[in-house]
């Protein structure tokens, strides 16, 4: 289980730095590890600012919410992975839908970033989902199967096992209409099986991530679904009583799936 706070555009580095301090003396020790996934400026000081909580990374850790595959190079406005990884981040979110439809980043170019965030050793957290036009039209399963053919084809069975999906329903996501539980569960055991048909049964052992106005409240009839393996959360993870909440939840879920 695993619990992934995407910020957005919001916080400054010193608002993420007294957020990170915040939370870090308020986390239990527990299996479900919490990742910030910050705005790139705030990066440095979250870099400065975790050496003081000493909490493992395993419990928590940070990473950005976007970056270029390129090493270096004439491409204004991008950053690399060791521009991420000289911050320390771990994890970096690839394919948000708002980097799909609002920066038109296409199923090819991601399929680049995953497989240089895993060469580079950043955990990519691969974002898939469809609009609600889409579902309405049937076509949940060929988007999902083209987004996953397309984003991860260029992977190893290797490298396959050292990423993190996330199935967000682009209608659910930022609206406050969430997804049923049975809803989610099935559309991740459509990802699943879908997995399997790319590297076996060692899919099993991917973490499928829901997100989509996942809430302190909604959150543990999600987690507890069998191939639901943690939450990408926005909104809800902008304030540290709210993203420890959802924390005790994700932990209650993973126990109860023992
Ligand atoms: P939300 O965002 O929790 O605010 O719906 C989720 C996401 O976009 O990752």
């Known amino acids: ?14 608002e993420a730095v007294h957020f990170l301090n915040n939370y ?7 299996d479900v590890p919490t990742v910030l996934l910050a705005p790139f400026t705030a990066l440095p000081a979250l870099c400065d ?10 419990q928590l850790s940070y990473g950005a919410q976007n970056f270029y595959f390129e090493e270096s190079g004439a491409f ?13 981040c771990t994890h970096v979110i690839v394919g948000h839908s708002e980097r799909r439809a609002i920066f038109g980043e296409s199923d090819e170019l991601l399929g680049k970033k995953v497989v240089r965030a895993v060469e580079k050793g950043l955990v990519p957290i691969f974002c898939i989902g469809e609009t609600l036009t889409e ?3 049937g076509q949940l399963e060929s988007v ?28 659910a996501i930022g609206t406050g ?22 590297i076996g049964e060692s899919a099993n052992k991917l973490s499928i991530l829901y997100g989509g106005s996942v809430t302190p409240a909604n959150a543990y009839s999600l987690m507890s679904q069998p191939n639901i393996d943690g939450a990408l959360v926005g909104g809800a993870s902008l304030k540290v009583d709210s993203l420890m909440a959802l924390h005790t939840e994700c932990v209650r879920a993973a126990k109860e799936k023992q």
């Open 135 to 137: 579902r309405e039209a």
């Open 177 to 198: 209409v969430v997804a049923t539980p049975e809803q989610a569960e099935a559309a991740h055991q459509f990802v699943r099986t879908r997995l399997k048909a790319m």
């Open 49 to 58: 600012a975790f050496e003081g909580t000493k909490l493992p990374r395993a």
């Open 1 to 14: 289980m695993l619990l992934a706070a995407n910020w957005k555009l919001n916080k400054t580095g010193r």
């Open 24 to 30: 870090a003396q308020a986390l239990p020790p527990s």
């Open 76 to 88: 204004t406005g991008e950053v690399s992975a060791d521009m991420l990884l000289e911050h320390g």
């Open 144 to 171: 999902l199967t083209r987004q996953l053919d397309r984003g991860l084809s260029r992977l190893t069975n290797e490298q396959f096992l050292k990423i993190v999906i996330a199935y967000e329903p682009v209608w």
